[in-house]
């Protein structure tokens, strides 16, 4: 007769007169004792089909359970489900593995320079949208012969604050062109100065850029200009070169005045 451990499934191989009432058995493998008659099969021909039994003798209750020792067959397979549940947790665990492998290695190879250039767009678009309503009035360039200097190229004019508040602190970038468009030299400058036509005249340049870029007249007129509100500019070039025949101005920062305490 064939018999099966209720607990583990290991089978045995025994005789079938050991199949008394009372009789018990002791499974080697998990060594869980058990009555012989809740679990027998019938076999063919000795045999269960597809496994080899080992065979015990013995038909006294104590006998059998110390023969049994050491007669096991193979536990029974799992069944296809758990075959397939275990392929799927396997599946799972390898897909986590890489997702986490391909996020270390993202963090690890981003280019090092890549959090500067997002910071630096990120700055750009802000500047752009404090500057993206100020707008230039009567823009004009010109020479003058200075005494000291030779000849000084002069961009001036005015910027408009066209926000609904006011702004603060402008400044505007001057460039010189070529024929064919290319910048031959650029300067920026703060707005709220400007000098004569006398002091382009006989001023050196030193003394030229301390009054153009005197503090307290940008304090003065660059400080919370209302809305449609306007100051002036001039931008001053030193010996500019022959191949100059154009120029250009357009403004590049402004700022939102802090709010005052009340």
């Known amino acids: 007769m064939i018999v099966t451990c209720p607990k583990c499934s290991t089978r045995y191989n025994l005789p079938d007169a050991a199949a008394k009432p009372d009789a018990k058995a002791r499974c080697t493998v998990c060594k869980h004792v058990f009555s012989l008659a809740e679990v027998v099969a019938p076999s063919v021909g ?31 397979p799992p069944k296809p489900e758990e075959k397939k549940r275990k392929r799927t947790s396997l599946v799972v665990a390898l897909v986590m593995l890489l997702l986490v492998g391909a996020g270390a290695g993202a963090w690890k190879f981003w280019p090092r320079g890549a959090d500067k250039a997002v910071d630096e767009a990120a700055q750009k678009l802000a500047a752009s949208e404090q500057i993206k309503n100020i707008a ?52 920026t400058q703060l707005c709220g100065t400007t000098v004569s036509l006398f002091h382009l005249q006989v001023l050196g340049e030193q003394e030229l850029e301390t009054a153009l870029n005197n503090k307290i007249d940008i304090l003065t007129n ?22 100059v025949t154009e120029f250009g101005v357009k403004v590049v920062e402004a700022r939102t005045p802090p709010e005052k305490k009340q």
Do not use: C, W
Not at 55 to 68: K, L, M, P, Q, R
Not at 224 to 235: C, L, R
């Open 222 to 243: 660059n400080t919370s200009i209302p809305s449609a509100g306007e100051v002036p500019f001039m931008v001053v070039f030193y010996n500019p070169p022959s191949t």
């Open 136 to 187: 230039l009035r009567n823009v004009r360039q010109y020479y003058i012969n200075n005494e000291k200097l030779g000849q000084v190229s002069v961009i001036e004019g005015r910027v408009v604050n066209n926000f609904t508040s006011p702004r603060e602190l402008i400044k505007v970038e001057a460039s010189l062109y070529d024929k064919n468009g290319a910048t031959v030299v650029s300067k």
């Open 46 to 76: 000795g045999q269960t089909p597809g496994h080899d039994a080992a065979s015990a003798s013995g038909s006294d209750v104590s006998d059998i359970i110390g023969e049994v020792k050491g007669y096991n067959l193979d536990a029974t």
